[in-house]
Structures are given as C-alpha cells and as structure tokens.
C-alpha cells in the first residue's frame, strides 16, 4: 500500500522540518520553558497531567510556525513566545479533551491522561490550559491577535461538535468531512501563522499569506494523517495501522472507498464503521478495499492539491531562509507517508 | 498556450453535455415555455429585457441539473419544471444585476441589456425575474426546497459583494478567491442539483451527494471559465481572451502569476489591474507572464481537483445513464479549455 510522493526536481533528499526547528531553535527554548512554567500550579494535580502529555514528543509544529511567521516581518520582541505558547496550549487542551470525547487509551503510544487520572481530570487540565492560553494572549496586549486565536479556539470547538455528529455516519460526504478538519485541525495553524504578521505590523496581504499557508497546510497535514493511519510509515510515528477504524472514524480515506465501493462493499463498511465491527480480520479486509480504489493514493493527491495552495500563499515574499524553511515543512507534511 | 487535458483511459471521444441535453430534452422543453410564460407582463419592457439575455444562446446547464437530479431518484411529478425554471431566473437575474455591477458592455458577443435599455431597467428586471423565480417556488410547496433555493439567492448576493471588495486588490488570495466563486457560481450548481432529491423525497445522503456534487462541479466549471478567459478556445464560446484583465477582474490564473512573479512583475500586474493600464501591450505581456509561470495549467488542475470531488460525490448512487450523463458533464467542464 505504498503510496509514492515525487520529490520535487532537482532535490534528491527528502523533505525535512529540520530547517524550521534550526531557525526557531533560541525562541522555542523559550517556549518550552513558558510552557513548563504556566503548566505549573499549587494544585499537584495539574502539572502532572499537562506534563504527561507535554512531554510525550510532539513536533510542536504549531509554536515553530508562531515563532517563524513573526521573524518572517521581522519582529524583535517577546510577544511570539508567549503567542507561540498559548497555540500550544490551545493544541494541548483539544488533545486531552479528544482523548475523553473518543474514549481513547493510547497517545502517541502512551496512556492517555484519561487511563490514568480519569475523564474529569482531563477535561478540566484542559480547561485549565485553554484559560491559561488565553491569559498569555490578554498579556500580549495585541486586540487583533486575541481576535485571530479567540476565533479560533471556538471553530475548533465548532469542529469537534461537527465531528460528533458525523461520526460513525458512513454517509459523510468529502464536504462535511472537509469542513470537520478544517475547523479541527487547519484553523489553528492558520491562527498559528497569522498571529506573526499581526504582531509584527506586517501589512494585511501578508497577514493573509500566512493565513492561508497555515490554513492549506494544516489540510494537507491532516489528510495525510489519515492517510498514515492505513498505511505509509504509521509505525515509525507512533501509530498504530488502523486506530482510526477500530474507533469508527471516518476519514477521507475511508470515505472514498465507500462512495466508490460496490453495494455489498458498502454494507460492510457501515457494519464495520457504524455497527463498530472492527475486528482485525475486518481490518484487513478495509485495507483491501481502501487499495482496490486508490483512496490512500488520492487522499495524499488532495494533500498535495493543499499544499499547492499554501505554496502559492507564501509566492509573494521575498526569499528566505525562513521561508524556505516553511515552504519545505509543506513537503515534510506530505513526504511523511512515504 | 493550449492545455491539454488527458482524456479518461478508453475513451476517445471528448466528454460532451449532450448526454445530459438528450436525457432532459422533453422536460427542458416545458422548462423554455415556462421561462417565456414567466418572463411575460404587461409591463412590455420586462419581457423585452428579459427575452434578451433568455435568447441569447446560455446553455442552460443549470435547471438541466435541477431536471436531472429529480429523475435520478425517480421524481415523477411536476415541481422540477418550476424549480428548474426558478434556477434559471435566478442565474439570469445575476446576470443582469452582474452586467450593471461590472458596467459591461458586452456578454456572450452580444449587447448587454444595460447598453440596450439602460442600468435601471437591468436592476429591475433582474429583480423581477427574482421575484419570479421566488414565486414558482412557492407554489411548489416544499418547504425545504425553499430553504435550500433562498439560501443560495442570499448566499449569491454575499459573493457578489465580496467580489466587490476584493475587486481590482491584486493581494486577494487564493482562499479568497474561492470563497467569492463558491457563493457567486458554486452555491447556485449546488442547490440546483440539491433541490431534485428533495423534491423525489430522496434520503439525506442523496441530497448531501448531489449538493456535493454541485458544488464542486461548479467551482470547477468556474476555474475553466477564467482560464478560458486567457487562453484555450475562447473565440469558439463567444468570449474575447483578455476580458477580465480588461475589466481588471481578479481570476486565479492572475492570482498565481502575481503571486509567482518578481517584485518588478508584481507591479506590472498591480498597474495593469488597479490602475486599470489594461493595453493590448499590457495584455500580452499578462499572457505572457501567466504562461512563464504555469498559471492557467495550475488553475486547471485546481478544477480537476473539483472536479474530482464531484465524481466522488456521485460514487455512491447506483449506475444509470443519468448518472453517466451528469459525470460526463465534470469531464466536459473541464475540457472546453482545449
């Protein structure tokens, strides 16, 4: 099930983020040590939590893109740590409650919070990060970047309202799931970009370059998540092949095997993915039809019509090394399923 | 700079809207006597006006869908003629609206109506054929295809205004530029389509499906048009190359090449456009930085990424010559370019 990204001409290695974690590499140590400093309470109970998840090895890619897009214009002063921390936090609260609202075990192939301090703990260390993300926001003092990341935080909601209620739904269409992880997922790298140019003073049209990087990006990023959890390197990042389906989700991979599958392929699918029938042999059985028509191939082909548009988003401003570093972390985004 | 657009693997006839003509011609038949019926008044300026852009030789793709779609779930009744009618009021009364808001003198090589009998007539026979199309929808009862039909008459008029703001602004985005086709051109193709399930009492995810269809068909149809507009076989579709730029109206293939270029490239284009220096010379030189730059290519592929999502959309429903006919018309979209 291999599915096959050409590297773009000329390149004979790999897209890397490396480039973006280099030129970030001073303010993220910042970062990480205002996160571990706002994480912290006299209650015992929440750092304990926060930490848990913190420390379990995510790329911080959302900060790395708060901190870049800000020395993108320019900006000297210390306001994109304190943003770059709070998009981290936000990330963090959705995550805990994900893990609660999904009934999940295992994150990142560790228990989740839930196992181990139960669902409120959860819910409420997310509540507790989110009312920190947004004090950090209030402290930066800029009206426009509280309005970019307030808004943001409430379509994330939004989108995970949205996926209840598609969830388990077989009849989902590209659309609704589109407009899932565009609330989801892409909303808060577009707010995750955009706050750079805000607090820099860049003029509007950059402001929406970034928006719009951030926002293709996180689209791209997203399917090709989906796309990792039925094939490509699953392992190497800590999944495991098929999570989503033992979970019922409905990704665009599964989507478009079920609107292209036969009437009895189709069966199988709302007993597998709304009757919860997902047994390992089911598994399998969902991998062969997901092969049969070329939907991890043409999941991937829609991430990398995103990563065009967040390519051409960025055309305008002038070359960098900063943004070269962006521009390559578009490929990484996609290159991961190889 | 021709376009070439691969033709689906065994066939070697290009894709054609006749299909779907030959299937809708008995109903589409009582559509055009109704449209006369409708377009009458005593007030003998409304039908002139109107007779004008209705007999110009438009397609009608649009009520064909609405007509369609109805069939397609078995719809036996007579409510798919008014609402396909109403569609077709509701695109024409754009239309007329549209030419006063671009001041355009020309449309499909004829006289606009606003040159023949002035803006305020345009206005308010637009406004009449609204008041028409509202009308025919009433009568046809079904409260839900109400909903769907007035959504996209508000929807359009948001899109219009939004186009206005992002008129002659060379920093309009991609992701803006979307949003404007979506509500101008895609939300009508959508609720078109959407409104035969409705009326064939179809279940949700067959209205969802063709909903979905539409409007994915129609923003596909919509990137054809403004790659059309530089280049392909525009003389053959009684389109001039270079009407938008003349207009200074801001399409993607503009989009991509402004964002592509060099500083000194970007102001050509923001000269040419905002400042309205829409020459002959300019005018080459526009093709040819939209061609160094791949831009009418690219905005072809962004439309057989539409034009994909359509072809999913319609997955699902069982095989019939109806469903082939309006799969068909994506692939003819997207190959008027050549």
Redesign the interface.
Known sequence: MGVVIPLEEGKNKPASVKPLVDLTKADMERVNQLILSKAGSDVQMIPEVANHLISSGGKRLRPMLTLASASLFGYQGDHHVKLATSVEFMHTATLLHDDVVDESDLRRGKSTARMIWGNQASVLVGDFLLGQAFRMMVDVGSMEALDVLSAAASVIAEGEVLQLSVAKNM?T????YLSVIRAKTAALFAAAAEVGPIIANAD??SR??L??YG??LGLAFQLVDDALDYGGKAADLGKNVGDDFREGKITLPV??A????T?GE?AFWREAIENGESSEENLEKALGLINKYGALN?TI??AL?YG??AR??L??L?ASLLKAALLEVIDFSIQRVN
């Open positions: 009849e269409t590209e659309d609704d509007k049209s929406s370059a928006r719009s926002m293709n989507i478009l079920y609107r292209r599958g009437e189709r043409d082909g829609r019509h065009t548009m051409d988003a055309a305008p002038p």
